[in-house]
């Protein structure tokens, strides 16, 4: 009894994207969407007489949000923001040395 072969159409090399956006990133802008949208819900006011000032905040600002990160991750290799946002929280290496800046490299011991 052979075993039997048949072609699978998924490829684990290929990015999941919707829009020309990765997964993190939607997840970045549906943070700021909704960060923007209860920022925008303490602003009762009504934008060109019809459109509330919450929806304007919070969708216009995350669909121009979406246009910059798909604009500066042009060229960059996947998981570029993820890698990025994480540099810069990472904790930086101090040293907690003080004094003599200058330490001789051998150190000889005097008689």
Request: proline fraction near 4%; charge should be positive.
């Amino acid at each position: 009894m052979s075993l039997r072969l048949k072609p699978v159409a998924r490829s684990l090399s290929v990015r999941a994207e919707f829009l020309g956006l990765e997964l993190e990133d939607w997840g970045l802008v549906i943070a700021w969407a909704i960060i923007m949208r209860l920022m925008g819900d303490q602003i009762h006011r009504v934008f060109l007489g019809l459109v509330p000032v919450s929806s304007v905040l919070a969708y216009g600002s995350s669909a121009l949000l979406a246009l910059a990160i798909r604009w500066v991750k042009h060229g960059k290799p996947r998981g570029y923001l993820v890698a990025w946002i994480q540099q810069h929280f990472r904790s930086k290496a101090h040293c907690a040395k003080l004094g003599e800046t200058h330490t001789p490299y051998l150190i000889e011991e005097e008689e």
